[in-house]
Structure formats: structure tokens, C-alpha cells
């Protein structure tokens, strides 16, 4: 068409309501800790959906065409999914502010880190988790890593809230070197922990692997 270049740009819908976003919120996280995530919204909208399990990620943030999208692994309990969920809104208020800033902030940088805590803070004041998450909770969001799985004592005490029909065996990082365990229906030996994950050896191929020191294992005689 000639005159294609006049046409006007769609209107961008946001698809995320607040009364969907409310049903939700209120499936997958405290009750009480709702209403705060509702402001933050209510503040800085974005597109919400409930993702199947992902073995790279818990959650995402992504901008697309002037529109936020936040996505939280629906199989988190409801600690690990607000921890998660108020995570990825902290992307989204970097990306909001970015033009503030003098140089395109890192993924995971200050003003990331700056930011998540701010966020968390009425979380960690309204006593939303039990004292056992809220004790490790605090201690981590004084510096927040990457990623909650970076931080093995965050993880475990975010996993003792996991629902579960099979009985949750040690973690890795609790077993003995030299010690046969099952993973993911594989056979290996433990080598030996490092930071944040573990060296571990294929009983079968004899190959060596790390795997995150908080995963849950299964102990062989």
C-alpha cells in the first residue's frame, strides 16, 4: 500500500488483568503478601502467566513491544514462588528506570540488587515467612544472588515448604565423599562440594558432573 507507512500502531492490550492476576496470586503465594504484589502491579503492570517447570529458570522477565512479561515455574511452593515473583518485578523496575542510568545495568547488577531488596523489604517486615525462610531470607537479601538456587541454605529452607507424595531423602551437599546416591534415576558417586554446587561421578560412564548441592538425593547403602 502506498500510504502503509501512516497507518497507526495497534493499540497494545495489556493481557494480564488485575482481577486474574488477583485469582492467582491468591493460588500461588501467602494471602497475606497479595496485596502488596497487587500494588506493584496497580504501580508498573505486566503480563502474568504460570509456567510449567523449567530446569534453567524459576521465572522470567522479558520486555516486548513497550509490554513487561513475568512468568514464575508453577511447581514452586508458595515461599519460593513470591521469592521468585518479586524477583523478576525487580527486572522489571530496572528495565523502567534503565534510561536513568548512565550505562545499561548488568542482568544481576547493583541496581538489580538494589532494587530486589527494596522490594522484599515489607515482605521480610510483614512476617510473611515462617522464621525459618525469614532468618535465611534476611541474611541473603543482603547481598541477593542470581539466582535463589546459588544460595544452598535459601534452597533448603524454601524446600522444607515443597509439597511431595515421595518423602524428600539429604541433599547432596549432606552426604559423605565417596558416598553412592540416585539422582534423576542415575547411579553416582559423591566427590566433593564446592561453593555452590557438587563434583560428582557417573557410576555407570565414570564421567564427572556438577549438580546443585541442595538437590534433594536418594542414599545408597
Given at each position: ?18 482481577e486474574k492476576l488477583n485469582k ?192 534433594p538425593i536418594q542414599l545408597l547403602?
Amino acid at each position: 500500500m502506498l500510504f502503509g507507512f501512516l497507518k497507526k500502531k495497534p493499540v497494545l492490550v495489556q493481557k494480564t488483568s488485575v482481577e486474574k492476576l488477583n485469582k492467582i496470586l491468591l493460588a500461588k503465594i501467602p494471602e497475606n503478601a497479595v496485596p502488596y504484589i497487587l500494588d506493584l502491579w496497580q504501580h508498573s503492570p505486566f503480563n502474568f502467566t504460570v509456567s510449567r517447570s523449567r530446569k534453567t529458570c524459576l521465572g522470567n522477565y522479558r520486555l516486548k513491544d513497550n509490554q513487561h512479561y513475568i512468568s514464575v515455574n508453577g511447581d514452586s511452593n508458595q515461599y519460593a514462588f513470591l521469592v521468585t515473583l518479586i524477583h523478576e518485578i525487580a527486572h522489571q523496575h530496572v528495565a523502567i528506570q534503565q534510561k536513568l542510568f548512565r550505562r545499561r545495568p548488568a542482568p544481576h547488577g547493583i541496581e538489580w540488587k538494589t532494587t530486589f531488596t527494596k522490594l522484599m523489604a515489607p515482605m521480610l517486615d510483614l512476617g510473611v515467612f515462617p522464621e525459618d525462610i525469614h532468618v535465611v531470607l534476611k541474611k541473603h537479601m543482603k547481598n541477593p544472588a542470581a539466582s535463589s538456587t546459588k544460595d544452598p541454605l535459601l534452597m533448603k529452607a524454601l524446600g522444607n515448604y515443597s509439597q511431595s507424595e515421595i518423602p524428600q531423602g539429604p541433599t547432596l551437599s549432606e552426604i559423605q565423599s565417596g558416598d553412592l546416591f540416585v539422582f534423576n534415576n542415575k547411579k553416582y558417586k559423591k566427590i566433593e562440594n564446592r561453593r555452590t554446587r557438587t563434583l560428582v561421578e557417573c557410576a555407570v560412564s565414570k564421567k564427572r558432573y556438577t549438580i546443585a548441592s541442595f538437590a534433594p538425593i536418594q542414599l545408597l547403602d
